[in-house]
């Protein structure tokens, strides 16, 4: 089953804007949007965001996420150190009936 | 608290079986699809299986198809995997996590497949 397709690496300084994308196609993130996980070293994953874009209670609202078309975007605003971790997102394929996750894109902080 | 705690992982030889187990507690477990996923040591998340919560459907990765099966028991609130016909590439930390998103994910248990 064909994964999602994300960058593998983003740098980006303190306190500044990093925005993942993760691209897939109309039967997975085009039909019921994508969640975004953040796992850090030797920890299981975490939920960031739903599928339909909401945080879940506790996440900071540093973490926003959205959708155009078959893309979408997890945004990381004032970036922090505890904030260096892999990122995936995650979907439903209606097509395959399958749940497919994105390559992952390791967040590193300048 | 919502918690998921995997067991069952360990050392097993290529053709080998293995039974994990997840116990669920702090939520209606029998109200939520179950899935595992695994990670393989160094590389990114791959689905493996999803239950829904009747146990009428259930959904399996192409690699496992065949070879594994997924299963609940809503009454003792579990979720199993059994895995027969083990292979090398089998070997990964098989994590357990809840509903379709997943949102809330167990700590892991260690398959290591190898002779």
């Known amino acids: 089953q064909a994964g999602l397709t994300q960058p593998p690496s983003v740098s980006k300084g303190l306190r500044q804007t990093a925005t993942l994308t993760c691209t897939g196609n109309s039967n997975n993130v085009g039909n019921q949007g994508a969640a975004w996980l953040q796992q850090h070293q030797g920890h299981p994953p975490k939920l960031l965001s739903y599928r339909n874009n909401n945080r879940p209670s506790g996440i900071s609202e540093r973490f926003s996420a959205s959708r155009s078309g078959n893309t979408a975007s997890l945004t990381i605003t004032g970036l922090q150190p505890e904030d260096e971790a892999d990122y995936y997102c995650?979907?439903?394929?209606?097509?395959?009936?399958?749940?497919?996750f994105g390559t992952g894109t390791k967040v590193t902080v300048l | 608290e919502v918690q998921l705690v995997e067991s069952g992982g360990g050392l097993v030889k290529p053709g080998g079986s293995l039974r994990l187990s997840c116990a669920a507690s702090?939520?209606?477990?029998?109200?939520?699809?179950v899935n595992w996923v695994r990670q393989a040591p160094g590389k990114g998340l791959e689905w493996v299986s999803s239950i829904r919560s009747s146990s009428r459907y259930t959904f399996y990765a192409d690699s496992v198809k065949g070879r594994f099966t997924i299963s609940r028991d809503n009454a003792k609130n579990s979720l199993y995997l059994q895995m027969n016909s083990l292979r090398a590439e089998d070997t990964a930390v098989y994590y357990c996590a809840r509903g379709p998103d997943p949102d809330y994910w167990g700590q892991g248990t260690l398959v290591t497949v190898s002779s």
């Open positions: 702090g939520f209606t477990f029998g109200s939520y699809s």
């Open positions: 995650s979907a439903w394929d209606s097509s395959l009936s399958a749940h497919v």
